[in-house]
């Protein structure tokens, strides 16, 4: 799993769990995406993750259309890795999920690894006031949300997309998804190396603890050995303490406005660009560098940006 001290750093933009009310720095209409994205790849994110949102309502939005206008400007004005979610929102079907990946085939793709309990209800607490409807019933919904990601759902991803060249980043939320991964490797369904990304501290999945973060890596390890590559997201604010710790035990990282809307204790991060840049100064203080998009390219076997359709 060693990469010659190069971290690759994820940003993941937008998302489509937090809501316009919570902050006004959360990146909504394309433009917003596209400057958000293109300020993190040049602070030092080599894959940026990507959802899309309604523009007036900040509402999540899996048409293929709604990548549209953001999707050609960011590949204009960086060579970072675009990924583009076929997580989408819990709320979801596949079909609606994976229509933009299977659209645009890009380098990367993101790909749930297992269903689960997946709980937003709690940020209740925090936030009371919300200024479109589907905010709150977004959040109380989620009361008796199962985030479905069956086998079948899995195998309708990875057939519709690996044919086009797409590798995986593969969203593990709990030690099973890690299983599950390896049961569709032993079929020969995913090639590796395979880009595993280990999400900490969702209500619903593992939590936030560091023994959390070893017992995942050590798992993964046994598993995967040297056929992976190991990246972290902590939700919230777990972020820069989890990504500082799997960083020291040589992985990848990912922040992002998708992940924690904080750039401190109380301190809402006004763009990702300045979580990009807080987790870069964590990677060098250890000693290490960020990787480049090819560096990322090279490490993760991707296919080029010069093979994708936007």
């Not at 709690?122 to 905010?135: G, Q, S, V, Y």
């Not at 401190?264 to 990702?272: C, D, Q, V, Y």
């Amino acid at each position: 799993m060693k990469q010659n001290g190069k971290v690759i750093i994820t940003c993941a933009v937008t998302g489509a769990i937090h809501t316009p009310s919570m902050t006004p720095h959360l990146p909504i209409t394309p433009d917003e995406i596209a400057s958000d994205a293109i300020a993190a790849a040049e602070a030092g994110a080599a894959i940026l993750h990507l959802h899309a949102r309604d523009p007036e309502t900040g509402q999540p939005d899996q048409s293929s259309e709604g990548f549209a206008p953001f999707l050609p400007r960011i590949k204009q004005a960086t060579d970072a890795v675009v990924n583009i979610t076929t997580g989408g929102s819990p709320y979801m079907s596949v079909q609606e999920r994976v229509a933009p990946a299977a659209t645009y085939q890009p380098e990367v793709a993101s790909l749930n690894m297992g269903s689960m309990n997946f709980g937003l209800y709690p940020m209740l607490n925090r936030f009371k006031e919300f200024k479109f409807a589907w905010e709150r019933q977004h959040l109380e919904g989620s009361r008796d949300l199962v985030f479905r990601n069956s086998f079948q759902d899995i195998e309708y991803v990875l057939e519709t997309c690996y044919g086009n060249g797409t590798r995986f980043e593969f969203e593990c939320y709990d030690i099973s998804h890690l299983y599950n991964l390896a049961h569709f490797a032993d079929r020969g369904l995913v090639k590796a190396p395979f880009f595993v990304q280990s999400v900490f501290g969702l209500l619903g999945g593992i939590g936030p603890h560091p023994e959390d973060v070893l017992h995942m890596k050590r798992t993964a390890d046994r598993l995967f050995g040297a056929d992976y590559r190991w990246s972290v997201l902590g939700a919230g604010a777990n972020q820069l303490r989890i990504a500082a710790q799997a960083a020291a035990l040589g992985g990848n990282v990912r922040v992002g406005l998708e992940d924690s809307i904080w750039a401190g204790k109380g301190e809402l991060a006004t763009s990702n660009a300045v979580q990009v840049k807080k987790v870069r100064q964590i990677i060098e203080g250890l000693g290490l560098s960020v990787a480049t998009p090819d560096e990322a390219r090279g490490i993760l076997s991707l296919k080029g940006g010069d093979r994708v359709q936007f």
